[in-house]
């Protein structure tokens, strides 16, 4: 019998209520604009953050071709600007090979700090207020 898939509740890293990140393309493990996460998201999609071809190009090297468009999934692929809720360990990894991507905390889930320290995504914040990408 499949599991209830019940999400953790929508907070950001601030504990405030967490903010859309991109729904042009359409991001988050529930695909709903958020990154919003849940017990099954194994990856923690919850970091909202700008892709740069620089991460893009590490994230494919590595094994995760977030640039080719994958039609038979509805995934256009992403260019640099694009705002995508990225799993966690992958930013964490990004960020020590030095080619993390800027990083929207607003929209971050409270969850990605079990992986990544506040100080790290500090590093990496930038703001644009409440006008979450593609909207």
């Given at each position: 019998m499949p599991k209830e898939i019940k999400a953790h509740p929508s907070v950001n890293v601030y504990g405030e209520p967490l903010k859309d990140c991109s729904h042009k393309p359409?991001?988050?493990f529930f695909r709903n604009g958020r990154c919003d996460t849940c017990d099954q998201d194994a990856g923690s999609h919850t970091v909202c953050?700008?892709?740069t071809a620089e991460f893009l190009a590490l994230s494919k090297y590595l094994g995760n071709d977030l640039s080719t468009p994958r039609p038979?999934?509805?995934f256009s692929g992403l260019q640099a600007g694009d705002r995508w809720?990225?799993?966690a360990s992958r930013f964490l990894q990004a960020h020590h090979e030095g080619a993390a991507p800027k990083v929207f905390l607003e929209a971050t889930h409270s969850r990605a700090l079990d992986v990544v320290?506040?100080?790290i995504l500090k590093r990496y914040s930038v703001t644009d207020g409440d006008k979450?990408?593609?909207s």
């Amino acid at each position: 019998m499949p599991k209830e898939i019940k999400a953790h509740p929508s907070v950001n890293v601030y504990g405030e209520p967490l903010k859309d990140c991109s729904h042009k393309p359409v991001t988050g493990f529930f695909r709903n604009g958020r990154c919003d996460t849940c017990d099954q998201d194994a990856g923690s999609h919850t970091v909202c953050a700008e892709m740069t071809a620089e991460f893009l190009a590490l994230s494919k090297y590595l094994g995760n071709d977030l640039s080719t468009p994958r039609p038979e999934f509805g995934f256009s692929g992403l260019q640099a600007g694009d705002r995508w809720c990225l799993c966690a360990s992958r930013f964490l990894q990004a960020h020590h090979e030095g080619a993390a991507p800027k990083v929207f905390l607003e929209a971050t889930h409270s969850r990605a700090l079990d992986v990544v320290s506040m100080e790290i995504l500090k590093r990496y914040s930038v703001t644009d207020g409440d006008k979450p990408h593609g909207s």
